[in-house]
């Protein structure tokens, strides 16, 4: 039963990751495995970028607050340099992150040519500017995967959250949109003790499957931001054993990593394993998104030249075990 159900999660991923990038992924798969498993090079699976800390929303539980150093907004020309980065190290995906992606007026032209190197792409949005027009232009560049943000399946609870009335009906509109583009969608949720024990997680789950979503995102509380200092959990222990136990699903719910914390059953630190890397909207490189600790910054010598010299490649650049901000 669990080799079956690797199996089915692997061909979840293959259709939200990989399905719409099409031949032209393959080489990179192989040269990322090549890198990361035959010759030991910790090689980053996903690149991931902060285009912009700018957002219409204020979460309550937003983390790119806490994301930048403060510096000036990468242009254009320096993103597609960090594109380039992620190619030329091995990784075969990246990820666009924010803030709001979709405040830039540039996503679609930054789409296209992540797209046109051979590479996976997806993005994370809340949903308030994905409208038909937009999908289809993301589509036709070769977006794989879109992650819209759903706190809650109540409107008036979600909208609360984010502070931005309408935004419930913008999002859930835009994963039905999605849906029927054939642009593989993911609902993306933050869990906690009471949108479990309350049912919301799973009204959730079941909403995603009625709007035509491929999956559901399941993000654990990020300590960080908005939520930076809180001595209270908003996610027992407990709570994420029964996500794991009886919620995650190898073919519709995973969490932030969904290749790793399936085969492990728990949810797997991204610094330690050297999942993926995290290049804020100023250019600093982390090796997660909550980390404090700056391996350098783009701007000086492009983002290969910063993790040959953090040491990123050989034994990592990890959070550590007292890192705290995933709970």
């Given at each position: 039963?669990?080799t079956?159900?690797?199996?089915r999660r ?8 990989a399905?719409?990038a099409?031949?032209?992924l393959l080489?990179r798969?192989?040269?990322f ?11 980053p699976l996903?690149?991931?970028?902060a285009?912009?800390?700018?957002c219409q929303?204020?979460?309550a539980?937003c983390?790119a607050?806490g ?7 990468l ?19 990246v990820?666009f992150?924010g ?6 007026q540039d996503m ?5 040519y ?13 949903g308030?500017f994905?409208?038909?027009k937009?999908a ?6 070769g977006?794989?995967?879109?992650n ?9 609870r ?7 009335p309408?935004c419930?009906d913008?999002?859930l ?17 933050y ?10 997680f799973?009204?959730l ?6 709007s035509?979503a491929?999956?559901?995102r399941?993000l654990?509380?990020?300590?960080t ?7 209270r959990?908003l ?6 054993r ?10 519709f719910?995973y969490?932030?990593?969904p290749l ?5 059953g728990?949810?797997?630190?991204t610094?330690?394993k050297?999942i ?7 250019g ?16 000086d ?24 901000a995933?709970?």
């Amino acid at each position: 039963m669990r080799t079956a159900g690797h199996i089915r999660r692997l061909f979840l991923l293959y259709r939200i990751f990989a399905r719409r990038a099409g031949a032209a992924l393959l080489p990179r798969l192989a040269g990322f495995a090549w890198r990361r498993y035959l010759l030991g090079r910790r090689v980053p699976l996903t690149v991931m970028i902060a285009v912009t800390c700018r957002c219409q929303c204020d979460c309550a539980h937003c983390s790119a607050s806490g994301l930048t150093d403060g510096g000036a907004e990468l242009s254009t020309g320096e993103i597609k340099d960090i594109i380039d980065g992620a190619r030329q190290i091995g990784s075969p995906k990246v990820g666009f992150t924010g803030g709001e992606p979709l405040l830039r007026q540039d996503m679609v032209e930054l789409t296209a040519y992540a797209s046109s190197l051979g590479l996976s792409v997806s993005m994370d949005t809340n949903g308030l500017f994905l409208d038909e027009k937009k999908a289809r232009e993301l589509r036709a560049a070769g977006l794989s995967n879109i992650n819209v943000s759903l706190d809650s399946p109540e409107a008036r609870r979600h909208d609360r959250l984010r502070n931005f009335p309408g935004c419930f009906d913008a999002a859930l509109q835009a994963v039905k949109t999605c849906a029927g583009l054939g642009l593989p969608c993911v609902v993306s949720t933050y869990i906690t003790d009471r949108g479990l024990a309350e049912g919301r997680f799973a009204a959730l789950i079941e909403l995603a499957r009625s709007s035509g979503a491929m999956a559901v995102r399941a993000l654990f509380p990020i300590y960080t931001g908005k939520l930076g200092g809180r001595s209270r959990s908003l996610l027992s222990a407990e709570h994420k054993r029964l996500f794991f136990e009886k919620y995650a699903d190898p073919s519709f719910v995973y969490s932030e990593s969904p290749l790793y914390d399936y085969l492990g059953g728990t949810m797997q630190c991204t610094a330690q394993k050297n999942i993926s890397v995290y290049v804020g909207a100023d250019g600093a490189v982390r090796s997660c998104y909550v980390s404090k600790v700056s391996l350098g910054n783009v701007r000086d010598g492009g983002l290969a030249a910063v993790l040959e010299r953090s040491g990123y490649f050989s034994a990592g650049a990890g959070a550590g075990p007292d890192c705290g901000a995933c709970g």
